[in-house]
């Protein structure tokens, strides 16, 4: 039940601020605060009284709740919660309240309008993190996509209608290949057991003939290499970044594009693990091009927002590569990307919309030497640089170190390839700081460094990188048993080489000789 | 005493972490002395932990200590630990050590700096990840320390940020050294794949086991962890950076670009000497490197004019030593070669810094001189060090070192003589450039007089270091004169000794007699064309113009990875910076649109048009069955 609660918090709340925003312009940010930090809470109380976090047996949920929703066709409404979803749902509430706290003074016009656009985007995504039902997450999957369209739409920067076309054409477009996938799905399990039903569970075991896989994961997969975006799939990405407003970028960057992550890792390996593998060189090489190209675009780019949307490409490539090496070490690299990406790539659109809102532009050319106004936003700024190109300590050296490491077992052509992304993003890092806040100082009338709001909305962000960077313990924790359940169909195989997802199976390799190893690899 | 290990580190990181929180609410001679009192205080426990460590060795010379397990995932489990051995206690005691007296140096020298606070902060932060690279027990530990070294260069090459040329500095040792970071990365992936683990300990008792001589995984591995040394410690090709590294406080070049992180190439393969003496063909590369680039680098030196490059190449080139020394299996000779360095080469670049600021910021040799009557304490500490650089025997330390380092390239077991010849050659232009140095900053005429006479806070390292660039070499003497083997037999415990040719023995006296004299002519040919008969070197560089040219930008490798490189990296960045795919997707829009537009015009609203839309459709479909 605390689930449902989870989700009907937030809509019920941007329901209220809505109509609030009729009465007075300030209630709708208090109701929206309030909504956000009541299911922030409420999930950390549950999330606290978890015993063991990790400790569950594979199959086990956290939580559950099922109930029937359209009995005819078989839909239900089941929501439930393992680790994976835990750790996601706790990054969506707290990018909830630093988006509601993010849009305090920025947002004036259609208040209570924008902050019923914004909770139900982020009631969306929780139950797409929580929705084992294909249908219902379908539902939740679009329910996150047109309150989206109108927050870019309405409350965005210059070019805003074309992003929000534009995002919301690329978006409609794959998502509709993902439900003709699931429609697919559903018919031909119902037909050959009986039993029509869009529920997880029982459709993970459906049979398929091998080429009917390959194109229902390719359906399935194409909502979400573009969501995450994988080159050449991310035209969307930078458009409906720069034009979105900083809650709105706040959002995309830390929620919406780990909807595609997620759903690949929760629905294209576990229903079809073998097409997967079939296509996990082409995944592959996918998650390098995103790497790099995106890397080279952000060096490009001459407005600062663009350039950290770009920087989203790539290190969203990392997750790609890391979600097709169907390895522990990989798939925990990408779950600690996904939330250190989230805070850090968030906190550099913060600081971007703190630097708008105070000289009114996004052009490069027109920043520089803002360090000696403003030391405490740019050594802010340096530290998230800093962790965008994976400095050791920082969250997202532990992901891109262990998803490089996993993916090194899959094919080590490709990880090499990817880890000249490391030069490219200490390319693009460092120009940002240069650019923005190195440099001679540029004459500007208004700088005051951050206000207290502002430091309030970075200390979490601060602390969350560090923590994840040097005690990310938990995180793997939590995450482990659901990665080794999507992982169990590659188990069997995996240990035959050595780096058994079940236990320790890399002291194996000690006994092995390497090129044996290597030669397994290669004929699988 | 040994469990206070993790303070070491940890109190540099405190001081960073109060600096950079509460600095603005500091007066400014607090946080000068909360910087360097960190770093004292840390000296004062390396000290004490390395009494104990001596007194009372830890079972097999090694003490561990772990404070949280860091990442826990199917096996790969490092763990924020440290581990003190032998080797890591040299390195410490010379991090907190000269580290302390390089920041004693600098509350004076950056007193009138606005920036004094963020100065001590980063200088610490440095101090601290410099410190949990040495003292780590694994490689991805080290790895955290590699980076954070890097940054800590970063920052303070970038110092000065808004001069837009430092932040180019900044930026390009940044990313060269990334450059080697990442192979050495992979690296660490391929270790991990063969030994199931990054604890050194365990792959360096592991590998001899696993793999054999020259194994293609071996030479991978140690390629690949080359690489990194490569990079940090500024050899070829990945070493020009550090000549422009220079753009930073003198302090930070003296700490960072002298005495301890440019030698972190040094520690790392020093480390891992079990991987590497199971790949001889890498063996060979290192040896080959260190004696292209401290030749290459001496050359550079030559032709300076700032004082500060003269010591950036100079370092580049000693570092050149310390691989060559590598590369022979001398691992104990090697680090010795560190150990003086890091007194002499510090000590050079603070009295560098001493001249500097009484010129008023001049870097330029030919407008100094005459120098050594106003400034006898910079003068003569800074004779000290330069005695040490050129290795004037007998007396300085640098002398010792650099004599073990030879010794081993003509006797040593993989030792030949063209690196022997290399080595000397390198010696002879080491004192060239090292006496023209002295004579153009010291002696001559005056040019400008100096208006500022170094306090104490600069004079005391200037003298403790000079001290111990004199008698720092005495713990390990020639075979040949007496027994005093402490720096080897300390190191004995860590890293294996080298083998020496039996038959070769006999000859130690005169190769010490030749280098002697190859350190006496250098210094002649630096006297003889800069003191005696300037107008020689002059008329030497008008007829050598374009050679000079070449060996002043370094051989012109950054004109080559300008090309190679940068342009061909910015020039794809700016066609496409629009996004070529972005097309496609254009494309297909604006397909749609025409599409629209021509079935817009099928819709004319006359009815003959329609008549004969129906009568053409129906022929076809008429057709269409018949033909079927």
Redesign the interface.
Known sequence: MILVWLITILMGGGLLAWGAGFINRSWPRWIALAATLASFSLFLAFAFSVPGIGLGQPGDWLAEYNAPWIPAFGVQFHLAMDGLSLLLLGLTFITGVLAVLVSWTQIRERVGFYYFNLMWILAGIAGVFLALDLFLFYFFWEVMLVPMYFLIGIWGYENRIYAAYKFFLFTQASGLLMFLAILALYFIHGKTTGNFTFDYPELLGAELPTRTAFWLMLGFLAAFVVKLPAVPFHNWLPDAHTEAPTAGSVILAGLLLKTGAYGILRFVIPLFPEAARDFAPTAMALGVLSILYGAKLAFAQTDLKRLVAYTSVSHMGFVLLGAFAFNIIAYQGVVIQLLAHGISTGALFIIVGCIQERIHTRDIGQMGGFWQKMPGMGATALLFALASLGLPGLGNFVAEFLTLLGAWQASILWTALAALGLIFSAVYSLRIVQRVFHGAPMAKPNLPDLNVREWLIMAPMILLIFWLGLYPGPVLNSADAPLRNILAPFAKEESSIGIAPEEDGLSLSLQKPETEKRKVINSK | MLENLWLIPAIPFAGFFIL?VLG?RLPRVAAAWIGTGSIGLSALLAILVGIRYLSAPPEGYAFRQTL?????????SPS?SFYLDSLSLVFILIITVVGFFIHLYSIEFMEADEGLKRFFAYMNLFVGAMLTLVLADSL?LM??G???VG?GS?LLI?FW????AN?YA??KA??MT??G??AM??G???L??????LDISTITA?APQ?WRPGDQ?AVWAALLLLGGALGKSAQLPLQTWLPDAMAGPTPVSALIHAATMVTAGVYLIARMHAVFELAPSVMALVAIIGAATLLLAGFSALTQSDIKRVLAYSTISQIGYMFLALGLGAWSAAVFHFFTHAFFKALLFLGAGAVILAMHHEHDMFKMGGLWKKMPVTFWTFLAGSGALAALPLITAGFYSKDQILWYAWAGERGNSWLWAAGMLGALITAAYTARMVILTFFGDMKQEPDKRPGVLIKIPLIVLAVLSIIGGFVEMPHNMAAVHLFSDWLGTALPAIHVEESLQASEFLLQLAAAATVFAGLFIGYWFYLRRPELAASAHRSFAGLHRFWFQGWGFDWLYERLFIRP?TW???V??A?V??Y??TALAKGNESLYHIFSRTQTGQLRWYAFGIGVGALIIITLIAMS
Not at chain 2, 192 to 197: E, N
């Open positions: 950079a603005r949280w397990q860091w990442i826990e995932v199917a096996g790969f924020i991805v790895y955290l590699w980076e954070g940054l970063y970038g940020y808004q001069e837009p932040g900044a930026r940044f990313v990334r450059v970071d990442t990365a992979l660490l992936f391929l991990f794949t063969s030994f199931g683990t592991a696993q995984l990296f794809l960045a700016a496409n910076r996004d795919t972005d496609i997707y």
